[in-house]
């Protein structure tokens, strides 16, 4: 098994945590009791709604042990603890109010509670993973690699541990078992053991990297099963490098791995959640902003001439043509002369309205008539032109799996990568949009909603 050397410091940091949220829910419960029902004494609106408050708690703590931040990791972005913290307080939320609706209908708990209560055990996650995080030992977050096969697929993970940007990962080994295949040189090459189990032990190993393709070889097949018996976490290369750089590696996905796309396409949230979601935040969004479109617009036509509004044709969901809209920042026929061309850093066909909007993404709002089309989702991979569409299909491989879900006004590639500027930024994005297609989920459209307004306000990667 992992050697108890990383076991005990991740169970004392597993109680730890769930000490703070049982104290946390006790104070987030007790304070909104005392506040919302002031006008009974607080022993008694206490007593009366301890059943109630227990069904609360329950549901908070088997959401906030489901949490992400429950798992030995390093400190993380607080933008992150945040989004992740605010899904457990909602699910728990939701879970508790099915419950009292079924247990204590009658119950003191209602929203006057409910509501103040869940906003404080928000604001106490968020605290005591975010201080948790910053202060815990290292012993705590250690993660030891163990890569299993050699060639270019474990290339691209040993240059990824080793890139600086995962100092509680270690890599300790790498067993090769295709002689043919080249073999990184600045990883400890270990022979094929008699034992793994024995030299799972030996080295500590807290996981391992499958990097062999499929199908595996004898060897290699029972190196696989020897981890798992010893407690070792097996991951297949794309899963690893995922996690380690929330990307794919384009070059190196397998043939079961790319099935697996459509699955995750097509699950319910994907096909029918999402969409609602989108009807309701695309309205709520127009019906906020309609002065802003509108001041935008006047401004754009006393600067500059022509239309206030660019239409466009892009393609979308599986490849289906759309007229795109967004409030027009370059100059008229802007292409009349080039044809279809990517803008550049210092533009100079932006108009300094243009250069305004672009800069505060106020041109994309208008976007959002399309979203409640159908045609756009509020957060998916960029729509793009059937010039370079065409183009990209045949040059870079995978790129019409990015059309198995609605294209969005922003995105997983979006709030990591600017505009593109070349094929080489093409290829970069795709790796991040095909990352989101495989993970969509309610959890990273939220957190990629909240990295979009941090990107807006930094004004990062605006052209």
């Not at 109630?52 to 329950?58: C, E, N, R």
């Not at 879970?95 to 209560?117: E, F």
């Not at 061309?341 to 250069?355: F, L, N, Q």
Request: aromatic share 8%.
């Amino acid at each position: 098994m992992v050697a108890a050397k990383y076991r005990w410091p991740r169970l004392r940091w597993k109680l730890s945590l769930f000490g703070a949220d049982v104290l946390s829910a006790a104070v987030a419960f007790h304070a909104a009791i005392l506040v919302s029902r002031g006008d009974l004494p607080l022993h008694q609106a206490w007593s009366a709604g301890a059943g109630p408050a227990l069904l609360v708690l329950g549901a908070w703590l088997v959401f906030s042990m489901r949490h992400p931040g429950f798992l030995p990791r390093p400190h993380r972005p607080l933008i992150t603890t945040a989004s992740q913290c605010l899904l457990a307080v909602a699910g728990g939320a939701a879970t508790a109010v099915v419950l009292l609706y079924v247990a204590a209908p009658q119950s003191l708990v209602g929203r006057a509670v409910l509501v103040p209560a869940s906003g404080l055990m928000f604001g106490l996650m968020v605290l005591t993973r975010h201080a948790a995080g910053a202060l815990a030992s290292r012993e705590a977050f250690v993660q030891r690699y163990l890569i299993l096969g050699n060639g270019e697929r474990s290339k691209a993970i040993v240059n990824e541990l080793h890139n600086g940007r995962h100092p509680y990962k270690q890599l300790v080994g790498l067993i090769p078992f295709d002689p043919g295949e080249p073999v990184p040189t600045d990883v400890a090459v270990l022979a094929p053991p008699a034992s793994t189990e024995a030299l799972v032990e030996e080295l500590e190993v807290t996981h391992a990297i499958v990097c062999h393709p499929q199908p595996l070889p004898e060897a290699a097949a029972r190196c696989v099963a020897e981890c798992e018996a010893a407690g070792v976490e097996v991951h297949s290369m794309e899963a690893a490098y995922e996690v380690l750089t929330r990307r794919v590696p384009l070059f190196h996905v397998g043939d079961e791995w790319i099935a697996s796309l459509d699955a995750s396409a097509h699950t319910l949230y994907a096909t029918r959640v999402k969409r609602a979601l989108d009807v309701i935040l695309a309205a709520l969004g127009l019906l906020l902003t309609w002065p802003l479109i509108l001041i935008a617009a006047l401004l754009i036509k006393l600067t500059s001439r022509g239309p206030a509004l660019y239409s466009q044709e892009r393609i979308g969901f599986h490849g289906r043509p759309f007229t795109f809209t967004k409030l027009r920042t370059m100059v008229e026929d802007a292409e009349a002369d080039t044809g279809p061309v990517w803008a550049c850093e210092d533009d100079p066909r932006i108009t300094p309205v243009g250069r305004f909007l672009r800069k505060a993404r106020l041109d994309e709002i208008p976007q959002l008539w399309s979203v409640l089309r159908g045609d756009m989702s509020l957060v998916g991979p960029r729509p793009e032109r059937q010039h370079f569409v065409d183009r990209f299909l045949k040059e870079i491989p995978l790129y019409g799996k990015r059309l198995l879900v609605q294209p969005g006004i922003t995105g997983w590639a979006q709030v990591h990568h600017s505009y593109d500027a070349s094929v080489e930024d093409v290829i970069e994005k795709l790796r991040y949009d095909l990352f989101y297609v495989n993970h969509v989920s309610f959890k990273l459209d939220l957190l990629i909603l909240l990295k979009t307004i941090d990107v807006v306000i930094r004004g990062r990667g605006a052209r």
